[in-house]
Each structure stands twice: as structure tokens, then as C-alpha cells.
Nanobody, 115 residues
Framework: QVQLVEYGGGLVQPGGSLRLSCAAS????????MGWYRRAPGKQRELVAT???????NYADSVKGRFTISRDNAKNTVYLQMNSLKPEDTAVYSC?????????WGQGTQVTVSS
């Protein structure tokens, strides 16, 4: 059974950092396309960052240079390192996996950037 569990959200001041984790089970992350998405209050869900099975990374323009997506094959986990956080980064962040032509989502974790 495929499962994605996110960790690491919370409250942080502007300019601060957080690292989100997405622990996967039921498949191997190196064989999937993995991504992080977010949904801010009153807005549609948007792509934040993706990493393909081959290791290619893609970022939304709004987070380029500040966020980094990575994976740890030994832990079967995907990370999103978020630096220089801004209030507009406040959202529920969700982990996404596309594996064997099926799409899976985690439950989401809240990130709030506020002073």
C-alpha cells in the first residue's frame, strides 16, 4: 500500500528556514516522480518543486534560489529545504508521487511564515 507522510511544518519568522520531509512506503522514491505542492488560503494548489526518477529538478519561479528538493534513497524520503521564507510562502504543503501511472498524495503539513 502506497503511503506518503509529511513532517516538518510549523511556524517560522520571515527569513527563517524549515525542512519538510515526505516519508514514502509501498514504493521506492527513486522509481517515481516526486513533488511538493502547496495551497494557500483562498488560492488554488500550485506546484512548488519536483524531482524525477532520473534526478532532474524543477521549481516554481517564486521559490527558485530559496527552496531545494532532494531525496534520500536509503530513507526512501524526499525533502524540501526552504530558506529565506516569506509570508507569502504560508500554505499547506503536500507531497505528491506519480508511480506506475498512478498519483498519490500525502495529508499535508501547515507552514506559517509570520512575525
Amino acid at each position: 500500500q502506497v503511503q506518503l507522510v509529511e513532517y516538518g511544518g510549523g511556524l517560522v519568522q520571515p527569513g527563517g528556514s524549515l525542512r519538510l520531509s515526505c516519508a514514502a512506503s509501498g514504493f521506492i522514491v527513486t522509481f517515481a516522480a516526486m513533488g511538493w505542492y502547496r495551497r494557500a488560503p483562498g488560492k488554488q494548489r500550485e506546484l512548488v518543486a519536483t524531482i524525477t526518477s532520473g534526478g532532474s529538478r524543477n521549481y516554481a519561479d517564486s521559490v527558485k534560489g530559496r527552496f531545494t528538493i532532494s531525496r534520500d534513497n536509503a530513507k526512501n524520503t524526499v525533502y524540501l529545504q526552504m530558506n529565506s521564507l516569506k509570508p507569502e510562502d504560508t500554505a499547506v504543503y503536500s507531497c505528491n508521487a506519480v508511480y506506475n501511472s498512478r498519483e498519490y498524495w500525502g495529508q499535508g503539513t501547515q507552514v506559517t511564515v509570520s512575525s
